[in-house]
């Protein structure tokens, strides 16, 4: 039995044309919610590494000293939110901004994802905790692809690539601003500029500065969370290598 880290990796995104997560100190928050080690342990039981960078520590030679995600510390979400303007200000144990909009959130999933409802609820149960609230709904894979991918018309969504094998060269797909994948709608001219330098870069010590520095705007932007690697295990006989 071998064990090996999938290529790809788990993530939530946030959606920015809802102006509360457009709120750079709300995805701070949730990401100061997010509990990689409950994920993996409760949620995928035990079946996968933490991601607490940008790029999947599949990829050592460019996650070596990069910018790290948020740490898990619910206090930590409050005082974001606290020191942003989001109060319970009615006590029903859900925060809102000071014109009384509320920060509940839709997390939206395909319901086929390998221990969906366990990753989902962890997420919830740490998110009400710092007083935002969220519904989950887990949805066929058609149905997720109409309202996330092409309409763009979600809030929160869980999600796992199958297979990111060239971080380098692959990340604008998703991350550009022009990029069909960008269903996050985000923008940002510096991180378009890093991803559009390092396909130029035929030095892999510069293309390793690069995405460092891709990682460093990452991690203070926020635009996903990404949260774990899954490790697949694969059985064989010896005796016929």
Same mark, same amino acid.
């Given at each position: ?33 997010? &509990? ?62 000071? /014109? ?64 990111? &094998? ?21 923008? /940002? ?7 559009? &330098? ?44």
């Amino acid at each position: 039995m071998e064990k090996v880290q999938s290529l790809g990796y788990g993530y939530f995104s946030f959606c920015y044309k809802n102006p509360l997560l457009a709120d750079p100190a709300v995805r701070k928050a949730i990401a100061q919610t997010v &509990d990689r080690g409950a994920l993996i342990a409760i949620g995928i039981q035990g079946g996968g590494v933490p991601m607490n960078t940008p790029i999947s520590p599949v990829y050592t030679a460019l996650t070596e000293g990069a910018a790290e995600f948020p740490a898990f510390d619910i206090d930590a979400a409050k005082a974001t939110l606290e020191a942003a303007g989001y109060t319970d200000k009615d006590g029903d144990g859900v925060r809102e901004n000071a /014109n009384g909009d509320k920060l509940a959130f839709t997390l939206t999933c395909r319901n086929t994802t390998a221990n969906i409802d366990a990753i989902a609820n962890i997420f919830k149960s740490n998110c009400e905790q710092a007083g935002i609230d969220i519904t989950i709904s887990l949805v066929e894979p058609a149905t997720y692809t109409d309202i996330v991918t092409k309409n763009k018309n979600y809030d929160i969504n869980y999600i796992e690539w199958g297979v990111i &094998d060239d971080p380098d060269m692959a990340l604008d797909a998703i991350y550009h601003s022009t990029c069909s994948l960008n269903f996050m709608c985000y923008e /940002n001219e510096a991180i378009d500029a890093i991803l559009e &330098d390092v396909k130029t870069l035929p030095e892999a010590e510069a293309r390793k500065a690069k995405m460092l520095e891709f990682q460093q705007l990452f991690v203070e932007e926020l635009p996903t969370i990404n949260v774990l690697v899954r490790v697949n295990a694969y059985g064989y006989s010896k005796q016929r290598f």
